[in-house]
């Protein structure tokens, strides 16, 4: 499958992302904020390091002032990977206080730390004390404290900068979905009975590498029994002909961006059977009379409300979420199914520039499969446009 040559003017995007971030750190009312959170040091300054490293080990962050240029600590020795971002104003050794680097000094470390992220916020927040910050210990929450900073939540304010993708992100998720849906197509060139769940999935792999891509967040291929009921990962199962194939690709790819997509497929040649039509009908029937309701100034309750149910004999396991933002990686806002909105629903209203997944997963208790499908979807002026081209299976529906 030939990946389109899609490209993003990389300078502007990491300008156009630092923006909206900065404009939302206006808006909090804060000094700065501060990153820990790999995919949100990119966002703020338009770099990547050791990103699934830095997911569990806190090894780099990003200070970015409400106005003015952003200071990027990086792990030691990394500075020359990191040079002539547009983005960022000055490069700094982070200092590490994890256990797994400073043991025993953990407290000393943190004092380290501390004293130079205040001294960044005397020098731009003059009387402003408050600091976003998305993720801190809270050995770090007490040693900002001792300077009277004021921490708050960061994961809230870049999330409100991240919902809306810039023009120069559009470019980027439609290059992840291109290059996500090459590994797609080379899954089903080697979907066979008697080849292992592992073994298929080890081709997205692949491809998303091949590409441009950086990692899949999770394992979700399943056959046949495995199918149902969903969030099984994959496993050295062989794979026999008639079984239903169900997979979500969460996969950060091309210029660091997600690509989440649901298919489900028939292995081998054998005439799909009755029930298996019966649950790829449903789940394509919610996510395809859903999609509709995307249009800008719809809240998410009503999308709630008014989104294609499953029949009755699904609904004890139907998705939890009708849809989700994606960007960098999984993001807000996340829209909760019917059932679950007095507990878990949020307010809000679909804009203009949003990329969300519309999902559904059929599956019966007591059934012997299951069917995953998903569509990413940029919201535009007119309503929703369909980014995820990869062909549905046609003698399924």
Same mark, same amino acid.
């Given at each position: #499958?030939?990946?389109?040559?899609?490209?993003?003017?990389?300078?502007?995007?990491?300008?156009? *992302?630092?923006?909206?971030?900065?404009?939302?750190?206006?808006?909090?009312?804060?000094?700065?904020?501060?990153?820990?959170?790999?995919?949100?040091?990119?966002?703020?300054?338009?770099?990547?390091?050791?990103?699934?490293?830095?997911?569990?080990?806190?090894?780099?962050?990003?200070?970015?002032?409400?106005?003015?240029?952003?200071?990027?600590?990086?792990?030691? /020795?990394?500075?020359? =990977?990191?040079?002539?971002?547009?983005?960022?104003?000055?490069?700094?050794?982070?200092?590490?206080?994890?256990?797994?680097?400073?043991?025993?000094?953990?407290?000393?470390?943190? *004092?380290?730390?501390?004293?130079?992220?205040?001294?960044? #916020?005397?020098?731009?927040?003059?009387?402003?004390?408050?600091?976003?910050?998305?993720?801190?210990?809270?050995?770090?929450?007490?040693?900002?404290?001792?300077?009277?900073?004021?921490?708050?939540?960061?994961?809230?304010?870049?999330?409100?900068?991240?919902?809306?993708?810039?023009?120069?992100?559009?470019?980027?998720?439609?290059?992840?979905?291109?290059?996500?849906?090459?590994?797609?197509?080379? #899954?089903?060139?080697?979907?066979?009975?008697?080849?292992?769940?592992?073994?298929?999935?080890?081709?997205?792999?692949?491809?998303?590498?091949?590409?441009?891509?950086?990692?899949?967040?999770?394992?979700?291929?399943?056959?046949?029994?495995?199918?149902?009921?969903?969030?099984?990962?994959?496993?050295?199962?062989?794979?026999?002909?008639?079984?239903?194939?169900?997979?979500?690709?969460?996969?950060?790819?091309?210029?660091?961006?997600?690509?989440?997509?649901? *298919?489900?497929?028939?292995?081998?040649?054998?005439?799909?059977?009755?029930?298996?039509?019966?649950?790829?009908?449903?789940?394509?029937?919610?996510?395809?009379?859903?999609?509709?309701?995307?249009?800008?100034?719809?809240?998410?309750? !009503?999308?709630?409300?008014?989104?294609?149910?499953?029949?009755?004999?699904?609904?004890?396991?139907?998705?939890?979420?009708?849809?989700?933002?994606? /960007?960098?990686?999984?993001?807000?806002?996340?829209?909760?199914?019917?059932?679950?909105? !007095?507990?878990?629903?949020?307010?809000?209203?679909?804009?203009?520039?949003?990329?969300?997944?519309?999902?559904?997963?059929?599956?019966?208790?007591?059934?012997?499969?299951?069917?995953?499908?998903?569509?990413?979807?940029?919201?535009? !002026?007119?309503?929703?446009?369909? =980014?995820?081209?990869?062909?549905?299976? !046609?003698?399924?529906?």
């Amino acid at each position: #499958m030939a990946v389109p040559m899609l490209k993003p003017d990389e300078r502007q995007l990491d300008l156009e *992302r630092l923006d909206r971030l900065q404009a939302q750190i206006r808006a909090h009312d804060c000094a700065a904020g501060l990153f820990y959170d790999p995919t949100n040091i990119r966002y703020a300054s338009g770099t990547s390091n050791m990103q699934v490293y830095g997911l569990h080990n806190p090894c780099r962050y990003v200070f970015v002032p409400a106005e003015g240029p952003v200071v990027l600590f990086e792990f030691a /020795g990394c500075e020359h =990977l990191v040079q002539g971002k547009a983005a960022v104003g000055e490069i700094r050794n982070a200092v590490a206080w994890y256990h797994f680097i400073a043991g025993d000094r953990v407290e000393e470390k943190a *004092r380290d730390w501390a004293n130079e992220i205040a001294d960044l #916020m005397r020098q731009h927040g003059a009387d402003n004390r408050r600091l976003a910050v998305d993720r801190l210990d809270p050995i770090g929450l007490r040693a900002l404290e001792r300077h009277g900073i004021d921490v708050i939540d960061g994961q809230t304010v870049i999330n409100h900068a991240r919902k809306i993708k810039t023009p120069q992100e559009q470019i980027a998720v439609r290059a992840a979905v291109a290059n996500c849906e090459a590994g797609i197509q080379l #899954m089903y060139e080697h979907l066979e009975p008697g080849v292992t769940e592992q073994r298929l999935w080890s081709y997205l792999h692949q491809a998303n590498i091949e590409h441009g891509g950086e990692w899949i967040e999770t394992r979700l291929l399943t056959s046949g029994p495995r199918t149902n009921p969903w969030y099984q990962e994959c496993s050295s199962r062989v794979i026999e002909a008639g079984d239903m194939v169900s997979f979500d690709t969460d996969l950060i790819g091309a210029f660091g961006y997600s690509a989440d997509i649901s *298919r489900s497929w028939i292995a081998g040649d054998r005439r799909p059977s009755s029930e298996q039509r019966a649950l790829y009908a449903a789940a394509y029937q919610q996510v395809h009379d859903t999609i509709p309701l995307f249009r800008p100034g719809v809240t998410f309750a !009503e999308i709630a409300e008014n989104s294609a149910r499953l029949p009755e004999r699904y609904r004890e396991r139907t998705n939890s979420a009708i849809a989700h933002g994606i /960007g960098l990686c999984n993001e807000y806002p996340l829209i909760v199914s019917p059932h679950l909105w !007095e507990d878990g629903g949020i307010e809000g209203m679909i804009e203009p520039g949003m990329v969300l997944c519309v999902e559904s997963f059929a599956g019966e208790v007591g059934g012997k499969e299951g069917v995953k499908l998903e569509q990413q979807i940029l919201v535009t !002026e007119d309503g929703p446009e369909l =980014l995820s081209k990869y062909p549905l299976e !046609e003698r399924l529906l």
